[in-house]
């Protein structure tokens, strides 16, 4: 019985002493104690648990107050400046003198884009233009595309240093069987190089012919040239350099009805023709126009040196006077005429345009710029004279007029060719 109470004792004593040990001194002691190959799991050490996040508070940190922990963040959303505007500035050759009427020198070419540092137009690039359409970026209130067209070398070897000293992103538009011809064209590692510097490669046809003429070709043959021109040269363009061709400039801005479809199939993202306007975010995407150096209308790049030119109607806004179609106005010569005359009369009776403010009326010829021209008030005529006599090929005559904000605008075209190739069934 004796026996039997002390070790009553020492097992109430040896309780109470393992009440006081603490956890390290028993993982110290356990290996000495037999057990059979498995720790207890109350003896096991835990990883410290992270703190519970706070759960949200309804508008206060987030966006929805409905928004747990496990919802997905709301897309952030880009706040775009819509009523931005731009100019697109077309070059061909920064040769001087030599390389024709198109051309332009290389001093008065720096004197361009200093001006426009001076003048406070930001220079973007045509990605950041796109991506400001698609509501992805937005842009300074004031910007310029730089697009030079054609291939000339003198894009690579005079006007790339130019734009390089002001740090100015540019596009260029090439037609795709001048390049690589040797002589003054670029060759497809230039182009290359220039795509690694992050210059916009466009097309600009495979040989920068007339797009609206069918050139003597049968329906189905005009089809297929027409597709090679626009479709095979943007793929061409995407084979041999790797990139997305997005851009395509139509040569002297010339389109018709057919042109646009085929641009469509393309899937260009723009298009760009050469009648100079100040560009809105809902412009056309099809027909985006430019303002093109033409060494005898030094003042249309005035306008747009000094962001001073027409502004480019809405795509969105309702059809009005800019929609009427050509044949609603009678003109000389006539919608689709075929004439001889290189220096003929252009004259339209505006009637149908209805109330428009005079003192804003403007007459432009594709390929020349604007013209001065007469207008008279009682029978709604204007009428004007090309300043140098036309060379033989198709013109369309732009005329322009604002009511009050609204711009209005019609065209029609006509065609010029040698009197010996003239029909007489045409001469009018």
């Not at 199939?265 to 412009?283: K, L």
């Not at 929609?323 to 252009?346: C, F, H, K, R, W």
Request: charged share 20%; net charge positive.
């Amino acid at each position: 019985m004796k026996k039997l109470l002390i070790l009553l004792l020492v097992l109430v004593a040896g309780f109470f002493a393992l009440k006081k040990w603490s956890p390290d001194t028993l993982r110290k002691i356990t290996p000495l104690i037999p057990h059979s190959g498995k720790q207890s799991d109350a003896l096991e050490p835990q990883p410290a648990l992270p703190p519970p996040e706070p759960a949200p508070v309804a508008g206060k940190g987030t966006d929805d107050p409905k928004q747990t922990p496990s919802s997905t963040p709301a897309a952030k959303t880009v706040a775009v400046d819509k009523t931005a505007q731009l100019v697109v500035l077309c070059y061909h050759r920064v040769e001087g003198t030599a390389g024709g009427t198109l051309s332009i020198s290389p001093e008065l070419f720096e004197q361009h884009m200093q001006r426009l540092k001076d003048h406070g137009i930001a220079v973007i690039s045509m990605q950041d233009f796109l991506a400001w359409r698609r509501n992805e970026k937005t842009i300074p209130p004031k910007c310029a595309l730089i697009t030079i067209d054609d291939g000339y070398v003198s894009s690579f070897e005079v006007a790339r240093p130019i734009l390089k000293k002001f740090g100015y992103p540019w596009t260029c538009f090439i037609y795709t069987k001048f390049i690589g011809t040797g002589g003054k064209s670029l060759t497809w590692e230039q182009l290359a190089a220039l795509r690694d510097e992050g210059v916009e490669i466009g097309a600009h046809t495979a040989s920068h012919q007339n797009l609206r003429d069918t050139h003597g070709k049968t329906p189905e043959a005009f089809d297929s040239w027409l597709n090679e021109e626009i479709i095979g040269s943007k793929q061409l363009i995407e084979k041999k350099l790797g990139v997305r061709c997005a851009v395509f400039a139509y040569p002297e801005g010339r389109y018709n009805a057919k042109v646009l479809d085929v641009v469509k199939a393309a899937g260009f993202e723009a298009s760009f023709t050469v009648y100079g306007q100040r560009i809105t975010h809902g412009a056309n995407a099809e027909k985006i126009g430019r303002y093109a150096w033409y060494s005898r209308r030094p003042q249309d790049m005035e306008l747009a040196l000094n962001f001073s030119g027409p502004v480019t109607p809405s795509e969105s806004e309702p059809p009005a006077a800019s929609e009427l179609a050509a044949a609603m106005l009678v003109t000389q010569p006539a919608n689709g005429d075929t004439i001889s005359d290189s220096v003929p009369v252009l004259k339209a009776n505006l009637g149908a345009l209805g109330e428009f403010d005079e003192n804003t009326l403007t007459l432009r010829l594709s390929g020349v710029g604007p013209i001065p021209a007469k207008f008279d008030r009682e029978s709604k005529i204007i009428e004007a004279r090309p300043p140098q006599p036309l060379k033989p090929g198709e013109y369309t005559v732009f005329v322009s007029a604002k009511n009050g904000a609204k711009k209005m605008e019609t065209q029609w075209s006509f065609k010029v060719v040698p009197a010996k190739g003239l029909n007489t069934t045409l001469n009018r």
